[in-house]
């Protein structure tokens, strides 16, 4: 069972309008559930089986805004700027994220080489410019039809965004060659910690039911108020 605030769809704030109820689905038993509006940093949970069906955040669209063009300015920075640094006998190399994919390809690993440049370059750059379009897009309703898109987009380059998994690869092999060489942390690899809390704070801030609520459907065809289950 969730938290005190959050209660059953069918017991729970005043009786609102048809206009102003949403019809949800329960994303683990199907149930359709009409869902009125909620009152902040309250949750719904669904009638039946009790799984967590939305949460309001209050301004989402604001500090998802705020934080994508936070997480932009991140990620052009950890990008250009060196990550690691290697000093031996007097001599000092670094290298930077995009030169570390390069040099990987070089040495003949070239799928790890595409996957480090997918995973810690590309998806979440894509993650953050799809929300920024739509967050921009949305913000003055009724939004274009091609938001609903970008929303899928997002969905899908956020499973792959994984720049926690590629610092916990670079940690791991510092020190093994902390051994050989001196190892110079770059500035780079701060800016991606940080990153990582800022697309995770991005991730929570954002509420995917006030985007699809605001978006332009063709007439005849529709959501009919259907907002996806994993709001
Ligand atoms: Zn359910």
Same mark, same amino acid.
């Given at each position: ?22 019809? &949800? ?41 705020? *934080?994508? *063009? ?33 040099? %990987? $390809?070089?040495?003949?690993?070239? +799928?790890?080489? %595409?996957? +480090? *440049? ?13 929300? &920024?379009?739509? +967050? ?20 899908? +380059?956020?499973? $792959?965004? %994984? ?7 670079? *940690?791991?092999?510092? #020190? ?7 190892? #110079?942390?770059? &500035? ?13 704070? %991005? ?8 985007? $699809?609520?605001?978006?332009? $459907? ?7 108020? #259907? ?5």
């Amino acid at each position: 069972m969730m938290a005190s605030d959050s209660l059953p769809v069918a017991a729970q704030v005043p009786a609102a309008s048809a206009a102003e109820e949403t019809l &949800l689905a329960c994303p683990d038993c199907d149930l359709l559930q009409r869902l009125p509006p909620l009152p902040p940093h309250h949750a719904a949970s669904c009638a039946r089986c009790q799984a967590p069906l939305c949460r309001h955040k209050p301004d989402s669209l604001e500090r998802t805004l705020a *934080l994508a *063009l936070a997480a932009a300015i991140l990620l052009l920075i950890a990008n250009v700027v060196p990550m690691l640094g290697l000093s031996v006998a007097g001599r000092e190399a670094f290298t930077t994220v995009l030169g570390g994919v390069v040099e %990987m $390809w070089r040495e003949g690993s070239q +799928v790890v080489a %595409m996957l +480090v *440049l997918f995973a810690a370059v590309i998806a979440p750059a894509l993650e953050i410019v799809c929300l &920024l379009l739509v +967050v921009l897009a949305v913000r003055h309703p009724p939004a274009p039809h091609w938001v609903a898109t970008l929303l899928h987009g997002y969905e899908f +380059v956020r499973e $792959w965004s %994984m720049i926690e998994i590629m610092l916990l690869g670079v *940690l791991v092999a510092l #020190i093994k060659i902390a051994e050989l060489a001196t190892v #110079i942390p770059g &500035l780079a690899l701060f800016v991606l910690g940080s990153l990582v809390f800022l697309l995770a704070a %991005m991730a929570a801030a954002f509420d995917p039911r006030v985007a $699809w609520q605001r978006i332009e $459907w063709a007439a005849g065809r529709g959501p009919d108020g #259907i907002a996806g289950g994993r709001g």
